[in-house]
């Protein structure tokens, strides 16, 4: 069984600055991509920051220069840090990643979400 655990949300004023952490457990072989979503109230989904394996990222172009996604592999965490935060940046972050199984299968596994609340 492996889970997803967020923590570091909360609420911060408008140019104000969070770190939020995602640990992952369970019995797995290895983490393949790691990444954040976040879901504002009526809107989809959307992929704010990712990071392969290899070190290599992705971010959202609204996120760019102000957000940074890193990993630690000895802690099986990923990290967001959150600067120069927006109004626009409320909503429930969600981390996920590919993990491989030990049975050598990937699955796909999320967190439970944590909620970022900007104000402005």
């Known amino acids: 069984q492996v889970s997803l655990v967020e923590s570091g949300g909360g609420l911060v004023q408008a140019g104000g600055s969070l770190r939020l952490s995602c640990e992952i457990s369970g019995s797995f072989f290895t983490i393949n991509a790691m990444a954040w979503h976040r879901q504002a109230p009526g809107k989809q989904r959307e992929l704010v920051a990712s990071?392969?394996?290899?070190?290599?990222?992705n971010y959202v172009d609204s996120v760019k220069g102000r957000f940074s996604i890193s990993r630690d592999n000895a802690k099986n965490t990923v990290l967001l840090q959150m600067s120069s935060l927006r109004a626009e940046d409320t909503a429930v972050y969600y981390c996920?990643?590919?993990?491989?199984?030990?049975?050598?299968?990937?699955?796909?596994?999320w967190g439970q979400g944590t909620q970022v609340t900007v104000s402005s």
């Open positions: 996920n990643a590919d993990v491989q199984l030990l049975n050598r299968r990937v699955y796909t596994y």
């Open positions: 990071m392969t394996s290899g070190g290599t990222t």
